[in-house]
């Protein structure tokens, strides 16, 4: 598999930029082009006001600002390219402008480097065709702002090899994206369904139905999301908007630009927005609005889904994390019922006169939250759920449950590697869990998911086979208390761990307390879960609770069989580290709790601050 350390970023404008940034906040050494020197100094000062603005705001250090501007640098020929690994375009949406890049960088890139388009709408296979070698080209479709928005697209050609595409997952991790896999198709998941919306929201105001600020209103209530579709286009430019659909037109009558859409891009201006509030519009209005707005959405995700551009679940995620929906388009269609989806999937057939798609109904509307491959002798295990942290759920619990029964229960199975996707391992339990049950005083359905989750994190630690916990983030409650389970933890560097329940005062309810201190010990036990302390990958190795510190390159080899799992040893505890063990192992926290209660009761009698003893 290609090793990617070397980026080249063509395009020094806001997307560009702003992926430049991005990858050198992650360690890569980019290069940002463009054709034209003041084009790359705009876009490298644009970074270095971002990152500045940063640390003003406490997100970065100085230091940390001086070593990511240390892994980026600039320049206006295409030629000094020849290093990188990996090659991103990130120009205009201009088919021909595209293509002629490509053939470009076709003589520049190395034998086995890879280059990868960023464009939101043509075809991968089309622009690959500009290249020489073809099968070393992909789609990578990042979301704005790249910076920050973890969303990438993942868009292979018909002739990108395997290997090319694990490359562009590879990196994908290594760069800090959730990325969804995709079928070439114009307009990919996202934007097939996204662009369209806005589309539509025009058309509403278009006939008259309502006014921009009404539609916005009424979709920020629907939708669950901070800015309607007018605001969004003014947000991310109304060109945009219409050039993405003008290229969608080939679906169908449903997908044709509105002909005010049109005229607004020509003419360069964003929507001019009066404020409006749903509760103040007249139902029938609402209803109009609403019918059309979810109408489009559940029309276009059911072709996708019929298509097989993407599974609900990656459909489902890019909604949510790259368009920050609160639900995404399965999770609306599962909320209105198929017979809710079916009567406004048949509103929007009969009204842009196109076929009903037959993939409306639950059984297309299912979701794995955790995921399971299989490679010879292993089975990787993974709680993909990165849009909702992979929190244990009762969905999640369950496919937990039988993802490890698959690979307990087959033979050709010798080592289980448990890990997740995004940022965090487990980041905990799903807390609206508990807060809905014990609204409605449900207790025991709480005590039926607790008692479920114990049967299924003691097959996991009593497993026959090998079970290697891999921490790729945030291990925090539950998600510690799976880790335990296993044989062996391994952590990525970024990996965090703790056991916050005791901030909502409660203790761990998995086997925390009794799986923890007999892999660290009771004084280092008691210690993490009365304090709720955040330990970094480095901390929890030296107190034992980690094995090993690995990269994503070594547990690639792991599963592939090139590299062997680390063996557990017994480490000396440094000297900070034994000193807390030893104070917690002797100490009574309910004694002490009451020594400082008692003393924050009369320090406020007396009329000083107690903050002292908070510590």
């Known amino acids: 598999m290609k090793n990617i350390r070397t980026v080249g970023v063509v395009g020094a404008g806001t997307m560009g930029a702003a992926l430049a940034q991005k990858f050198a906040q992650e360690g890569f050494e980019v290069i940002l082009a463009d054709r034209a020197k003041n084009f790359v100094e705009k876009g490298l000062n644009n970074i270095r006001i971002t990152l500045e603005d940063g640390v003003t705001k406490n997100v970065f250090s100085k230091q940390q600002v001086d070593t990511f501007l240390s892994h980026l640098k600039g320049t206006d020929s295409l030629d000094d390219l020849k290093v990188c690994d990996l090659v991103i375009e990130a120009i205009f949406e201009d088919l021909q402008a595209k293509k002629d890049l490509f053939s470009s960088l076709s003589s520049i890139v190395s034998s086995d480097g890879i280059v990868a388009t960023n464009t939101s709408s043509f075809s991968v296979t089309e622009l690959a065709a500009s290249m020489v070698n073809p099968e070393r080209f992909i789609g990578l479709h990042f979301f704005y702002h790249a910076a920050k928005n973890r969303l990438v697209e993942i868009i292979p050609g018909e002739k990108t090899t395997s290997e090319t595409l694990q490359a562009a997952r590879l990196f994908s991790v290594l760069a800090g994206k959730d990325a969804i896999d995709c079928t070439d198709t114009y307009g990919f998941a996202v934007n097939r369904f996204f662009v369209p919306w806005l589309n539509e929201s025009v058309k509403l105001l278009q006939e008259g139905i309502a006014t921009k600020s009404e539609i916005d209103a009424v979709c920020m209530k629907v939708f669950g999301i901070g800015m309607g579709p007018f605001a969004l286009m003014n947000a991310t430019g109304v060109p945009i908007a219409y050039h993405a659909e003008k290229t969608l037109e080939v679906f169908g009558k449903l997908y044709e630009v509105a002909s005010l859409l049109k005229s607004q891009a020509e003419a360069a201006k964003p929507w001019e927005i009066e404020p409006a509030t749903a509760d103040t519009i007249e139902s029938k209005k609402v209803k109009l609005i609403s019918d059309r707005m979810l109408g489009v959405v559940f029309y276009v995700c059911s072709q996708i ?90 969905e999640t619990m369950q496919g937990l449950s039988e993802k490890y029964a698959e690979a307990d229960n087959d033979p050709t199975i010798e080592t289980i590697f448990i890990t997740g996707s995004g940022k965090a391992f487990v980041a905990g339990a799903d807390i609206k869990f508990f807060v809905r049950n014990i609204k409605t005083g449900k207790i025991s359905d709480i005590e039926t998911f607790t008692a479920f989750g114990q049967d299924v994190f003691n097959r996991i630690d009593r497993s026959n086979k090998k079970v290697v916990a891999i921490v790729n983030g945030m291990a925090l409650g539950g998600g510690l208390e799976l880790a335990l389970c296993a044989d062996r933890i391994l952590a990525f560097p970024k990996a965090q761990f703790a056991f916050p329940e005791t901030g909502i005062g409660i203790y761990p309810g998995l086997g925390g307390t009794q799986r923890s201190a007999a892999k660290i010990g009771q004084g280092l036990s008691k210690y993490l879960i009365h304090t709720g302390k955040m330990l970094n990958a480095k901390d929890a190795e030296e107190i034992g609770l980690v094995d090993k510190i690995i990269t994503v390159e070594d547990f690639m080899e792991m599963v592939e069989g090139k590299k062997q799992v680390p063996a557990s040893s017994e480490k000396a505890l440094p000297g900070k580290w034994s000193m807390i063990k030893d104070f917690s192992k002797t100490i009574h926290f309910r004694r002490l709790l009451r020594k400082i209660f008692r003393q924050c009761t009369s320090g406020r009698r007396s009329g000083k601050n107690c903050k002292d003893h908070r510590s």
């Open 305 to 394: 889904l019929e298509e097989k551009v993407s599974s609900a679940i990656h459909l489902n995620r890019g909604a949510k994390i790259g368009l920050r929906w609160k639900k995404g388009p399965v999770d609306l269609m599962k909320s209105a019922g198929e017979t809710e989806v079916i009567r406004l999937v048949t509103l929007m057939s009969e009204l842009y006169q196109m076929r009903i798609p037959s993939s409306v109904g639950k059984k297309f509307w299912q979701m794995e939250s955790v995921t399971i491959k299989k490679n010879k002798s292993v089975a990787v295990i993974t709680m993909d759920e990165p849009e909702n942290m992979n929190a244990l759920s009762e």
